[in-house]
């Protein structure tokens, strides 16, 4: 099978470089308009399809991110692996600003999202004990180590819903009772969607600054944030550049299980699924439906 290599540009992550027979085209999706026409080519031999989580121009909110139609988008390219680069603040004090965290898990604590593709007229349950992709996040650490950057590997992402930054007391709580290790407002509902759409998932947070628990600091201060996201999407753009190499152009079957989510999941009765939710869930569930 093709390696299709998709990447999600967070906060300061509007475009990718160096892509041969390069053009933004309009994907169109039952789940609605997604955030952006999506970049695609061809880097190093292998297809590719960025896609920016908020538009150029940074024109949705983390709330109102259409998740549901740009990992559908994705997936009706062809798209195999998914990159998500995000920025996000750190609970930890060796994950400095500047630092790549390769997230491992997450805790959700949006509310006011669409978290799935699935529902009345055909409900599922992927398993989502392991949310990201081990194999794809190794290929993120390596390239961005090539690239010169301090990647830490692995890490809890506690997803808010934002747009305020968190209090005091969120920020000491989530870091000294729950162990999150860094803090954004985007990785869900999109994990775990790309989960429900069988593809392969990888986190990479980009430290900006220390949220607010740190005792040298107050309030996220977002002219720092800011600064350091427009360094952080350099390193970004030169990890991305090293990722064709290390997953090269055909792909075997994810020795994790990622494009083979669905094989158990869905629980709703042939004779009892809805056809107009079958008729969406056409490119996300067609190999199992
Ligand atoms: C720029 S600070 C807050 C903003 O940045 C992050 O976006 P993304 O995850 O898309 O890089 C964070 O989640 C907030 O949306
Ligand atoms: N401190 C923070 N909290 C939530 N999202 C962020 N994105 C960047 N920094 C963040």
């Known amino acids: 099978?093709?390696?299709?290599?998709?990447?999600?540009?967070?906060?300061?992550?509007?475009?990718?470089?160096?892509?041969?027979?390069?053009?933004?085209?309009?994907?169109?999706?039952?789940?609605?308009?997604?955030?952006?026409?999506?970049?695609?080519?061809?880097?190093?031999?292998?297809?590719?399809?960025?896609?920016?989580?908020?538009?150029?121009?940074?024109?949705?909110?983390?709330?109102?991110?259409?998740?549901?139609?740009?990992?559908?988008?994705?997936?009706?390219?062809?798209?195999?692996?998914?990159?998500?680069?995000?920025a996000c603040g750190s609970f930890r004090e060796d994950m400095a600003p500047g630092d790549f965290v390769i997230v491992d898990q997450f805790i959700d604590r949006t509310f006011a999202r669409a978290k799935s593709f699935f529902?009345?007229?055909?409900?599922?349950?992927?398993g989502f004990a392991h949310p990201t992709c081990p194999r794809l996040s190794a290929a993120c650490t390596v390239s961005a180590r090539a690239a010169g950057v301090t990647v830490h590997e692995g890490g809890t992402y506690l997803a808010m819903e934002g747009p305020q930054f968190s209090t005091l007391a969120e920020s000491r709580m989530y870091r000294d009772q729950w162990g999150a290790d860094v803090i954004g407002m985007t990785n869900?509902?999109?994990?775990?969607?790309?989960?429900?759409?069988?593809?392969c998932y990888a986190s990479v947070a980009m430290v900006t600054d220390y949220d607010c628990w740190h005792p040298d600091h107050d309030e996220v201060d977002v002219a720092q944030v800011i600064a350091t996201l427009t360094g952080n999407g350099d390193k970004a753009r030169r990890m991305v550049a090293g990722l064709p190499a290390l997953?090269?152009?055909?792909?075997?079957?994810?020795?994790?299980?990622?494009?083979?989510?669905?094989?158990?999941?869905?629980?709703?009765?042939?004779?009892?699924?809805?056809?107009?939710?079958?008729?969406?869930l056409d490119a996300v569930a067609g190999r199992v439906l």
């Not at 695609?40 to 709330?63: I, K, Q, W």
């Open 1 to 86: 099978m093709d390696t299709v290599i998709g990447i999600i540009g967070g906060s300061g992550v509007y475009e990718i470089d160096g892509l041969e027979e390069a053009r933004w085209q309009d994907v169109s999706s039952p789940w609605g308009t997604p955030s952006d026409q999506v970049l695609t080519g061809r880097l190093g031999g292998v297809n590719m399809a960025f896609l920016p989580r908020h538009g150029r121009g940074h024109v949705h909110a983390p709330s109102d991110v259409p998740y549901r139609a740009n990992i559908d988008a994705l997936k009706r390219l062809g798209v195999t692996d998914v990159i998500s680069v995000s």
């Open 119 to 126: 529902g009345s007229g055909c409900v599922a349950h992927v």
């Open 188 to 199: 869900m509902p999109e994990a775990k969607l790309a989960r429900e759409a069988e593809l």
């Open 247 to 280: 997953l090269g152009a055909n792909r075997a079957p994810c020795p994790h299980g990622c494009d083979r989510a669905l094989d158990m999941a869905i629980m709703t009765a042939p004779d009892k699924r809805d056809p107009t939710l079958l008729g969406r």
